[in-house]
């Protein structure tokens, strides 16, 4: 059933339509993210409901500088409040992976995510978007 299910999932996903909230989204993904697809090496598939942030004092609390796992916000930050620090996020659409190591504001739950930038405008050029994102039970530095 699992298999099957799989199979399904990923064949949703290669002709680039996602059923979310009965209504048909298309979904742009890489060739790379299909191929670690298709190999087995995520875990877990999700929906998610992304936006961006800066480092300015408007939008973090605290220290605009330093993040909440407690190293400085850079390329390759993500504020998850649902999943724990150090998880390896890859983003459809991205090259590169994405590592939780920031939280949100705690009204926001599953399937939120923020993507740390270093440009307020090209934060708000990224918006608010869906996108499919994977990741797996491996974390950074364990």
Known sequence: MKRLLLMW??????????LYS???TA??????LVADMVQGKSEIFVLANL???TS???E????PFVNASGGRPGKGSLACNWLPFGTIVK???YDGIFVVDDRMNRRYGYPHMDIWMEDKQEARRFGRQKRIVYYTKE???E
């Open 139 to 141: 974390r950074v530095n």
């Open 9 to 18: 999932l990923i064949a949703v996903i290669l002709s680039g339509y996602v």
């Open 22 to 24: 009965n209504v048909l």
């Open 91 to 93: 983003i459809s659409g």
């Open 56 to 58: 300015s004092t408007f």
């Open 27 to 32: 979904v742009s993904l890489s060739e790379t």
């Open 51 to 53: 936006s961006a942030y």
């Open 60 to 63: 973090c609390s605290g220290n």
